[in-house]
C-alpha cells in the first residue's frame, strides 16, 4: 500500500492509529468502484429499445426495432417478446412481427433477468389506396387512348416499408354506356379475380366510347395480419368526349 507523503512526517504511534482506519476506509472505497462497474453492465437505465414509428407497430409486418445495450456483445443478451416473433437482423436491428392488434411488450434479459422492457401498440396496416394503372386519382375524366391501356389496378400506400404488402383479392368492373339503346343507356358488369384485368375484363375495357362512365367497385384487399378481406373506395372514369 502507498502511503500518502503527508502521513510520512506524522509521529508513529499517530500513524499506527490511523493505519486501521486507513485500510478500512481503502477497502470500502474498492467494494464500492467495484459495485459501480459491475452495475454498468447490466443497469437498464442505459439500455435503450426504439422504432422507427415511436410506439406504434403494425400486425402481420416486419417492424425494425433498434435494441442498445452499451458495454454488453450480443451473446451476453437476449431479446423476447409476448406477442409475435422477433428476430435479429445485425447486432442492434430486430424484426418484431407482432400477430395481433393490442399491447406488444419487448424485453432485454441480462443474465436471466429482465433489465430493460418497452411496450409498443400493434394495429392494422392501414387501408391501400386503390389506383388503375398509371392515373394517379380515383375519380377523373381520362383520354380513351389511355384507358384501353391500362393492365389492371395497384395499390399504394404512404409507408415504403408497406409497399406490396397488400393484395387485390378481387373487383367489379360495371361499363355505363353513352349511347341509348332502346330509349335507355346500357350497363354492362363483371367480377375481375387478382389484380390484372383478365381476357373477359379486357374486353370490356377495349369496348369504352368517349361519355362511357366506368366504376370499379367491391375492390376487396387482403393485407398482413387480416383474417378477412377488406373492401376498399370505388373508382370511377369518365371517357372524354370528341370535340368538334
Known sequence: ??????????????FGAMQKPLILALLGYGIFIGSIAAQNTENPSEITIESNRNQTIYVGVDNLIKVVCPGLTIAEY?????????????????????????????????????????????????????????????????????????????????????KDKCEVVSFRITQIGADFTDGKMFTKSLKNTGAKFDSDAQKLISEAA???????????????????????TPMVYYMETYKD
Not at 500500500?1 to 506524522?10: E, I, N, R, T
Not at 376487396?220 to 376498399?232: I, M, N, Q, S, Y
Request: aromatic fraction near 8%.
Open 1 to 14: 500500500m502507498v502511503v500518502p507523503q503527508g502521513l510520512l512526517h506524522l509521529p508513529f504511534n499517530t
Open 78 to 162: 437476449v431479446v423476447t417478446t409476448d406477442k409475435g416473433t422477433i428476430i435479429r437482423t445485425n447486432n442492434e436491428l430486430f424484426k418484431l412481427k407482432p400477430t395481433s392488434t393490442g399491447q406488444v411488450t419487448v424485453q432485454v434479459w441480462v443474465k436471466g433477468k429482465v433489465k430493460q422492457k418497452k411496450v409498443f401498440q400493434a394495429v392494422p396496416v392501414p387501408d391501400p389506396k386503390p389506383l388503375l394503372g398509371s392515373f394517379q386519382k380515383t375519380s377523373d375524366t381520362v383520354q380513351l387512348g389511355m384507358f384501353k391501356a391500362m393492365a389492371g389496378i395497384w395499390l399504394h400506400t404512404e409507408s415504403p416499408e408497406l
Open 210 to 232: 368517349p361519355g362511357d362512365v366506368y366504376i370499379f367497385d367491391e375492390i376487396k384487399v387482403k393485407c398482413p395480419g387480416d383474417t378477412a378481406e377488406r373492401e376498399l
